[in-house]
């Protein structure tokens, strides 16, 4: 089975992920651009991180026949400190224009601020500009009102259905992306997120189309090989291997090659 792992930070995993992924089969992955972890207090921190995703860390991934694409943004767990993200944003344009970067992302809520939705915005007609999809982070807390406000903000800016994944979606919020015309991805991710299971039931209740599972893989308890676990328990359901690969490969793959950044990969 090929594997596209659509959303991962790799930059907080050690090597030896690499190999474990590429061993179940992940052959191409997506980076978003994260947060630091801690407030951040120079631009050029997040400047100095997205090249790292966009250049270190690809080659890092490249010893293990992976290929990896990032998504670049200020991320909204850093937005509502409007000095620093008016600094970052001023800074970006290169950044998404580098020929790895094939989309804008993780943009979107984790308060549900005002200063949050101005990030956002500023970031989507970014992404619009540039003709790259977008890579929406869903808040952790109120979840189903930060989605229903993210849709909103993104059909006021007229962004097409295809262009746009909310991510960190759960059973609740599936059908109202997906009613909306968005792409909803899940993060399968111990404790605090899906497990395998829950992912699995998702894909059965709601489909494979425009939905994608990920590890979302980074310091916290985590998993890189989240997404082969959901293969195993959509075989073990007896779910088509035509239907797995459609969502575990054709879908990433379809919806970031968008950017016209991605080749054929063999």
Same mark, same amino acid.
């Given at each position: 089975m090929r594997i596209?792992?659509?959303?991962v930070h790799m930059y907080a995993r050690v090597t030896d992920d690499y190999e474990r992924m590429a061993l179940a089969g992940v052959e191409a992955t997506i980076e978003p651009a994260f947060w630091l972890g801690q407030p951040r207090t120079? !631009?050029?921190?997040? =400047? %100095?991180?997205?090249?790292h995703l966009l250049e270190y860390e690809a080659t890092r991934a490249a010893t293990w026949g992976i290929q990896l694409f990032a998504a670049i943004a200020l991320n909204p767990r850093e937005?509502? @400190?409007?000095?620093?993200? %008016?600094?970052? +944003?001023?800074?970006? $344009? *290169?950044?998404? %224009?580098?020929?790895?970067?094939v989309? &804008? $992302?993780?943009?979107?809520?984790?308060?549900?601020? !005002?200063?949050? #939705?101005? &990030? =956002?915005? =500023?970031? &989507?007609?970014?992404?619009l500009k540039k003709r790259l999809p977008i890579l929406v982070h869903a808040p952790h807390r109120d979840k189903k009102a930060g989605i229903e406000r993210t849709i909103k903000v993104l059909q006021?800016?007229?962004v097409p259905g295809d262009w746009a994944i909310i991510d960190h979606s759960v059973e609740e919020t599936t059908p109202l992306i997906l009613d909306a015309g968005y792409w909803a991805g899940h993060s399968v991710y111990p404790v605090t997120k899906l497990t395998p299971e829950r992912a699995a039931n998702v894909v059965q209740q709601c489909g494979v189309e425009r939905v994608m599972v990920h590890s979302? !893989?980074?310091? $916290?308890?985590? %998993? *890189?090989?989240?997404? *082969?676990? &959901?293969? +195993? #328990? +959509?075989?073990?359901r007896g779910v088509p291997r035509a239907t797995i690969q459609? =969502?575990?490969?054709? @879908?990433?793959?379809?919806?970031? !090659?968008?950017? $016209?950044?991605?080749?054929a990969i063999p």
């Open positions: 596209f792992e659509p959303h120079h !631009a050029g921190t997040a =400047l %100095d991180y997205f090249s937005a509502n @400190n409007r000095p620093l993200a %008016d600094e970052i +944003l001023a800074r970006i $344009g *290169p950044f998404l %224009d580098h020929p790895r970067c989309a &804008v $992302g993780e943009v979107g809520f984790d308060q549900t601020t !005002a200063e949050e #939705e101005r &990030v =956002l915005r =500023l970031q &989507v007609e970014m992404a006021e800016m007229k979302a !893989a980074d310091w $916290g308890h985590s %998993d *890189p090989l989240s997404v *082969p676990r &959901v293969i +195993l #328990e +959509l075989r073990k459609r =969502l575990v490969w054709d @879908n990433p793959y379809s919806f970031y !090659a968008r950017s $016209g950044k991605i080749p």
